[in-house]
């Protein structure tokens, strides 16, 4: 555009657009990229130097619990405002968090409860997956239909977990609602009896330790289910997203599954690409709790091939903060048995900057699968039309990354309210150092410049097919 007047105009950065990589400019007005390309005419109100630097889309974490109740009836640490302020550091634009029903509550309520939240505390545009554990009282005939049509196209389930866990039948009418209506269907998937029948007998045995864990949560809990939901996927013909995959062997059920024309999307996290099962050995163990549990270093491998040949297709950060004190971790003391200690970690501020020091700054899979992980990909799978790419029209979530930029993560640096950094003595190569949310300044030069509140609820379009 000839003598063009824009907002912002973000100069020589390192563009990745669908189209290419390359030295361009951005130019940005009401909040959505207008123009792209080198050496654009015209002035802005603000002008971003991103020399030397690179300019991605600004993340999408489609799996994070933020101001959430958990099946046990715990607050996580996190409001909407701390979590999305963490996120914007991490270098995400958009989160995608849990409306958690519990039984006996109507759906609709839940996500109007959930909205409000985020409505006051979010900095960053934010949509939601509605977590089902009660289908009956109209919530499946009335309120989740009602929901989907309103554009809260992503549903949650438990397979494991007894306040919140799905038969198989409630599973199957669930996902014959979504595929009549257009919603996707996403899986915690391991097998309830398993998990129930070994922490039955570590804890007979004195076996209680927060060591224990992982033990309790054994590996074919989490095939066994994957097989399982991928097979009644085949059989409705809904779509579904298996979260946080960590096996070799589950990988493969999903390989296999899209082989075979099941409509079947997968993500794995962090802290299974670069955690393994012996963590659980260190000082604090609980610390790293999480389900499912961490693997090994052959699971890691199967993961990051899954990655690499689209199997895996999103990395997210099932950002689950609790504290280390009563209110979080301990809530049933310090000396609590391993299944009365709140599983997850803190990740929203993390995933960006390991996922790019590995991907990127160590050469593994390279810079334009990094976006596509982190960003684009999570973007179109839930829907989110305009965010998770730099292309015209599109908004003008931006983050500005500096590829040469160093940390060594320390015990508490993050910016949620956990008090802890799981990864932490982890050398990074690679920040972002500024953040935009829809043309707005968010973070400049690594300091914080968001409004809670700021954020806005995102509607998501009718999912498509996953290609295999």
């Not at 949650?156 to 977990?161: G, Q, S």
């Not at 993961?303 to 895996?312: F, N, S, V």
């Not at 990395?315 to 209110?327: K, Q």
Request: net charge negative; proline share 4%.
């Amino acid at each position: 555009m000839r003598n063009a007047i824009y907002d912002v105009i973000i100069r020589n950065g390192t563009s990745v657009t669908p189209q290419a990589t390359a030295k361009t400019d951005i130019g940005i007005v009401s909040g959505k990229i207008a123009e792209i390309g080198p050496n654009l005419a015209g002035s802005a109100k603000t002008e971003i130097d991103a020399t030397s630097h690179l300019v991605l889309p600004g993340g999408v974490d489609t799996h994070c619990h933020i101001e959430q109740i958990s099946g046990a009836g715990l607050m996580n640490a996190d409001t909407f405002e701390t979590a999305t302020r963490s996120a914007a550091y991490g270098g995400s634009t958009t989160v995608v968090s849990f409306a958690a029903q519990h039984p006996g509550h109507k759906m609709r309520q839940v996500v109007t409860d959930y909205s409000a939240l985020a409505q006051k505390g979010a900095v960053i545009d934010h949509a939601f997956h509605m977590i089902v554990s009660d289908t009956g009282s109209g919530n499946l005939t009335e309120d989740i239909p009602a929901l989907i049509a309103q554009g809260h196209r992503s549903i949650k389930i438990f397979t494991t977990y007894d306040k919140v866990r799905q038969d198989d039948k409630s599973i199957l009418d669930i996902l014959d609602v979504a595929k009549r209506d257009g919603a996707l269907v996403c899986f915690h998937a391991e097998n309830d009896g398993l998990i129930r029948n070994m922490t039955e007998k570590l804890l007979a045995a004195g076996k209680t330790a927060p060591k224990y864990h992982a033990a309790s949560h054994p590996r074919a809990a989490e095939i066994e289910a994957i097989d399982r939901m991928c097979r009644f996927a085949a059989f409705s013909g809904a779509g579904i997203m298996i979260f946080h995959v960590s096996t070799r062997e589950g990988v493969q059920i999903i390989r296999d599954a899209r082989a075979n024309g099941v409509n079947v999307q997968a993500e794995t996290c962090p802290h299974y690409l670069f955690m393994t099962v012996d963590i659980l050995e260190r000082e604090n163990p609980a610390r790293f709790m999480c389900s499912p549990p961490q693997r090994t270093k052959d699971d890691q491998h199967a993961l990051w091939e899954g990655l690499a040949d689209g199997t895996i297709q999103l990395v997210t950060s099932d950002h689950a903060p609790y504290r280390m004190d009563e209110t979080g971790k301990f809530a049933h003391g310090q000396d609590a048995p391993f299944n009365k200690i709140a599983n997850g970690m803190p990740g929203l501020e993390t995933r960006l900057p390991l996922m790019f020091n590995a991907m990127v700054s160590e050469g593994r899979l390279g810079l334009e699968a990094f976006v596509e992980v982190t960003a684009t990909a999570p973007a179109r799978a839930f829907g989110l039309t305009q965010k998770g790419q730099i292309a015209k029209g599109f908004d003008a979530d931006i983050t500005i990354w500096h590829p040469e930029r160093e940390t060594i993560y320390a015990a508490n640096d993050l910016h949620d309210n956990v008090g802890y950094n799981p990864f932490v003595g982890t050398k990074i190569k690679g920040l972002p150092v500024t953040v935009l949310s829809r043309g707005q300044v968010v973070l400049q030069d690594r300091n914080f410049k968001g409004t809670a509140g700021s954020g806005q609820w995102l509607k998501m379009a009718v999912p498509h097919a996953s290609a295999p």
